[in-house]
C-alpha cells in the first residue's frame, strides 16, 4: 500500500475526548472513528488491526478443536424468556421490536441461541463433547461507555460454548479453553494471568477471568509473580496434553481480583504480591445446566437416561483487545504494535520522492517486500523528513526502513527496529531477508 493513496486520516493535536493512552493514541492514529457514544467505526489501518487480532483468536480456538459458526447479531425475545433473562438483564440489552410488534433484542451474549441450536439437533452422548464459537458483533448498553473501544456499547467478541455430558467431561472442556486462551494472549504478544472470578448465584469455583496487568486497567488484581511466566508453557500444549495437570498447578498460585482478594488467605508474602491493575480481555466460565434445564437441553446418557446437558461459555474481548494491546506496548512516539497484530509489516520511508535513485531504491525494496510475502507501507508522499518519522512511530509499524539520498546513490537503507529503536544500516538486498 502507498501511503499517498492510503485513507489514514491521523490527527496532530490529541484529541480532548480521551483520557487514556490506548483511546489517544488510536484516535490519533487513524484507527476508529466515533460515530455515537460506545459506538465506533473502524477505519483501514484499525480493521486490520482488528482481523489480525480475530484470526489468532479464530487459529487458537481451531487448534483446540473448537468449531467457528455464525449467529446473528438480532434475536428473539422469545428464547431469552424461555431463560428467564430477558427480564433480568436490565438496561444493558437494546430491546427492538420488528413491523409485526415482536420482541427482537441486540445480542449481549449468545447462550441461549446456542442452547437452542444445540437442542434441535443433539439428542445423545455420543454426540459429544461438542464446542461451537462465534466471533460477532455485541451489544451492550453501558451505563459508561469510556476508554473507546475498550468499554463500547457495540463491541466485537469471541464467544464459545461447550456441552458435555457429565461434570469430568466438562472439566475437561474448561481446560481446554483455559489453556487455549493463555496461549492467544501470548501470541497477540500479551502477558494475561488468569484470575478466580466471582460464579455468582451460580456457585461453584469454576469461572476465571484472563487479565492484562496495565495501569489503566479498570480492576484491581493481586497475582502471584509466578503467574506471569506462563506463556511459553501454554503455547506448547495442545489439546491431547494431560491440561488438567497443568490447569490445577496454574489456579494453584494466587490470584484474585477486587473483592474476591482475602488477604488472609493470600500464602503469598506482601513483598511478592503484585498489587496491579487489570484489563479483562477474557472470561471462562462453567455453569453446568442452568440453560439446558431452563430451556429442556436434553441428552441421552450411556445409560439411556434423559438429562440437561453440560454446559460452559467462554468469551474473548476481540476489540477490546486492540486498546489493551497499545495499554501494553507503547511509548511517547505512539503505539509499538507486536508483530502478530501489526496492521503492516514494515513502513518503507523514501525521504526524496521525485529524486530518480530513491524512487528506484524504494520502489525495488516495495516489490521485493511484497514477493516476499510482507505487506509493507509505502511511505512515498513528498513531506518533510520529520513529519513522515512521526507518523511511521504513530502507527508504530514493527519495522522501519528508509531510503535517502545517500544510501540510495551507496546501495544501503537504514533499518529501525520499532520497539527498540535499534538501527542498522544494509545493503538494499539485505533488508528483506532481516525483516522476514
Ligand atoms: P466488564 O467487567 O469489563 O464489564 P464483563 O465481565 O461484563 O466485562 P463478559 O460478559 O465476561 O464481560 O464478556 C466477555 C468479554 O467481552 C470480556 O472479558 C471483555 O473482554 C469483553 N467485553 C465485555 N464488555 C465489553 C465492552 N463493553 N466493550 C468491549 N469489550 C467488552
Ligand atoms: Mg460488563
Ligand atoms: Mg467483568
Ligand atoms: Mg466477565
Redesign the pocket.
Known sequence: MRLSQFFLPTLKENPSEAQIVSHRLMLRAGMIRQQAA?IYAWLPLGYRVLKKIEQVVREEQDRFGCQELLMPTIQPADLWRESGRYDDYGKEMLRIRDRNDRDMLFG??NEEMITDIFRSSVKSYKQLPQLLYHIQW?F?D?VR?RFG?????E?L?K?AYSFDVDYEAARTSYNKFFVCYLSTFARLGLKAVPVKADTGPIGGDLSH??QILAETG??QVYVDPRLLELDTEARQLGPDDDLAAFVDRVTGLYAAADEMHDPAKCPVPVAELQTRRG?????I?YFGTKYSAAMNAQVAGPDGVQRPVEMGSY???V???AGAIIEASHDEAGIIWPDAVAPFDVGLINLKPGDAACDAAAQDLYQRFQAAGLDPLYDDRDERAGAKFAQMDLIGLPWQVVIGPRGAASGVAEIKRRATGEKLELPLDAVVARIK
Open positions: 460506545g449481549p451474549t455485541k451492550r453501558e461507555p473501544v475498550m468499554r463500547g456499547r463491541f467478541m464467544d477471568e484472563f479498570e480492576s484489563i479483562e480481555v477474557g472470561h466460565f468469551g474473548i474481548g476489540s477490546r483487545l
